[in-house]
T-cell receptor
Framework: GAVVSQHPSWVICKSGTSVKIECRSL??????MFWYRQFPKQSLMLMAT?????????EQGVEKDKFLINHASLTLSTLTVTSAHPEDSSFYIC????????????FGDGTRLSIL | KQEVTQIPAALSVPEGENLVLNCSFT??????LQWFRQDPGKGLTSLLL?????REQTSGRLNASLDKSSGRSTLYIAASQPGDSATYLC??????????FGTGTQLKVEL
């Protein structure tokens, strides 16, 4: 089946640093990738939709200057949390969708981000 | 704005029992509805996807149904096993393949 690789799986860093998370589709071309955030005991909340070769579309309330998304190729999207603070600590999950609309999304294993 | 709710929030059953998880959504204009499993600290595993034109999907001991008119979906798990213990999430797919996730049901199957 389709595989999405997310890296790193876990990161701890000091407040004020920037953290980059990678999401790769390993065996299919992903026109669209999605980034979600999940707080403990809560469901996934969509942060932004990333389309290859164009600017990401952010959901209401998500700061685009805080969460930088780059989708430079059909197999890679990156999320950079800039100047991270403790309130940014969360579980971040990406998903990728093949070219066709309304096809199932395939999810990465997530990144646990802890800001000290 | 789509809202997805799951009931119950948590469920504990003895091994071997059949069980039903419920999912309701407010906007019936969906393309599909998916059920996922999430183990603690892990990503999502897709279990079943029901297209808007379908009524149900089956995979092994799992059966998912969809009633768009009433805004409901159910996930039926037959002969539950301890390995089924996880959080189960449903998600409704709207325009642009955006998923709106439910609040989840945390299932524990006890020996």
């Amino acid at each position: 089946g389709a595989v999405v690789s997310q890296h790193p799986s876990w990161v701890i860093c000091k407040s004020g640093t920037s953290v980059k998370i990678e999401c790769r589709s390993l065996d299919f071309q992903a026109t669209t990738m999605f980034w979600y955030r999940q707080f403990p005991k809560q469901s996934l909340m969509l942060m932004a939709t990333s389309n290859e070769g164009s600017k990401a579309t952010y959901e209401q309330g998500v700061e685009k200057d805080k969460f930088l998304i780059n989708h430079a190729s059909l197999t890679l999207s990156t999320l950079t949390v800039t100047s991270a603070h403790p309130e940014d600590s969360s579980f971040y999950i990406c998903s990728a969708s093949p070219r066709q609309d309304n096809q199932p999304q395939h999810f990465g294993d997530g990144t646990r981000l802890s800001i000290l | 704005k789509q809202e997805v709710t799951q009931i119950p929030a948590a469920l504990s059953v003895p091994e071997g029992e059949n069980l039903v998880l419920n999912c309701s959504f407010t906007d019936s204009a969906i393309y599909n509805l998916q059920w996922f499993r999430q183990d603690p600290g892990k990503g999502l595993t897709s279990l079943l996807l029901i297209q808007s034109s379908q009524r149900e999907q089956t995979s092994g001991r799992l059966n998912a149904s969809l009633d768009k008119s009433s805004g409901r979906s159910t996930l039926y798990i037959a002969a539950s096993q301890p390995g089924d213990s996880a959080t189960y999430l449903c998600a409704a797919s709207g325009g642009g393949n955006k998923l709106t996730f439910g609040t989840g049901t945390q299932l524990k199957v006890e020996l």
